[in-house]
């Protein structure tokens, strides 16, 4: 199983990204699919997670309403929109997951990590 984010760069406030993550070794709409962050100096926090069902979870209350999760069966790929990013968004972000089909808070299977920068 492998997990592979891309998308990150540098954006200033008020910007947006689109992360995606690339997923082989399962059928993706068996599981949730989370995304994580790391900020510098800080413990990695959860985001979000996308049931199978299609359904979001948020994990951290900040980003409600600026941060959307989707993904694409047919390209096995899970995407993070990102709009209204503020400094406070940056961090090496992760997709995940642990397997299940329920949104758990955790995860096993973790992707390298994308940067995400924003300046004000």
């Known amino acids: 199983v492998q997990f592979v984010e891309s998308g990150g760069g540098s954006v200033q406030s008020g910007g947006s990204l689109r992360l995606s993550c690339a997923v082989s070794?399962?059928?993706?709409?068996?599981?949730?699919i989370s995304w994580f962050r790391q900020a510098p100096g800080k413990e990695r926090e959860g985001v979000l997670c996308?049931?199978?069902?299609?359904?979001?979870?948020y994990y951290t209350e900040s980003v409600k309403g600026r941060f959307t999760v989707s993904r694409d069966n047919s390209k096995s790929t899970v995407y993070l929109q990102m709009n209204s990013l503020k400094p406070e968004d940056t961090a090496v972000y992760y997709c995940?997951?642990?397997?299940?089909?329920?949104?758990?808070?955790?995860?096993?299977?973790w992707g390298q990590g994308t940067q995400v920068t924003v300046s004000s």
């Open positions: 996308l049931s199978k069902l299609d359904e979001t979870t």
């Open positions: 995940a997951t642990d397997m299940l089909d329920w949104c758990s808070g955790d995860a096993d299977i």
């Open positions: 070794g399962i059928t993706l709409d068996f599981y949730t």
